[in-house]
T-cell receptor, first 115, second 115 residues
Framework: LAKTTQPISMDSYEGQEVNITCSHN???????ITWYQQFPSQGPRFIIQ???TKVTNEVASLFIPADRKSSTLSLPRVSLSDTAVYYC????????????????FGQGTILTVHP | DTGVSQDPRHKITKRGQNVTFRCDPI?????LYWYRQTLGQGPEFLTY????????KSRLLSDRFSAERPKGSFSTLEIQRTEQGDSAMYLC?????????????FGAGTRLSVL
């Protein structure tokens, strides 16, 4: 599975846009890019998933350049409640093979939003 | 609430004791996963089931660990002869294999403390 690299931590202020970039140089053709959010003492929560170009939902946007070797999670106008750990994962989305059911998490990015 | 449910939320035990955790997945999901998470790290895959079949086990899952999903619905994770190194958050997730992009939905976890 492709390895991901993301910043260990980021700081922001309420109302700002936050962009977290993830590098995945060895991404495979069939790999999708998925982001999860995790609050202390809770399980990770799915935020967004994409394959190429741009994906937007009610929570975030995901930008993926043409070479797909990186991706950027964009959180518009963050609030204090967005303080969490954000994980970037790369792997098969529609997993037909038994080897790809699992998710492989890195250490994630600790986002701290200040008042 | 129709999300993934885990019980208990917290478990304190003495070294050498056996413990069992339960996970109830989202009802229509046919895949169920177990992960372990230690402080400051991302979740690590332990094992997963498709219906009642256990399809993959991590090398992290020593012979003291066993997981079952007898009727393809809820699952149990048992740890025998617990060790202090077993102290962690144990997370359960579920997904629906057909479509859905293998998006996994996590429970709140069971925090195990081995004294």
């Amino acid at each position: 599975l492709a390895k991901t690299t993301q910043p260990i931590s980021m700081d922001s202020y309420e109302g700002q846009e936050v962009n977290i970039t993830c590098s995945h140089n060895n991404i495979a053709t069939n790999d999708y890019i998925t982001w999860y959010q995790q609050f202390p003492s809770q399980g990770p929560r799915f935020i967004i998933q994409g394959y190429k170009t741009k994906v937007t939902n009610e929570v975030a946007s995901l930008f993926i350049p043409a070479d797909r070797k990186s991706s950027t999670l964009s959180l518009p106008r963050v609030s204090l409640s967005d303080t969490a750990v954000y994980y970037c994962l790369v792997g098969l989305a529609n997993a037909g093979g038994t080897s790809y059911g699992k998710l492989t998490f890195g250490q994630g990015t600790i986002l701290t939003v200040h008042p | 609430d129709t999300g993934v449910s885990q019980d208990p939320r917290h478990k304190i035990t003495k070294r050498g004791q056996n413990v069992t955790f339960r996970c109830d997945p989202i009802s229509e999901h046919n895949r169920l996963y177990w992960y372990r998470q230690t402080l400051g790290q991302g979740p690590e895959f332990l094992t997963y089931f498709q219906n009642e079949a256990q399809l993959e086990k991590s090398r992290l899952l020593s012979d003291r660990f066993s997981a079952e999903r007898p009727k393809g619905s809820f699952s149990t994770l048992e740890i025998q002869r617990t060790e202090q190194g077993d102290s962690a958050m144990y997370l359960c997730a579920s997904s629906f294999r057909e479509g859905g992009g293998n998006i996994q939905y996590f429970g709140a976890g069971t925090r195990l403390s081995v004294l």
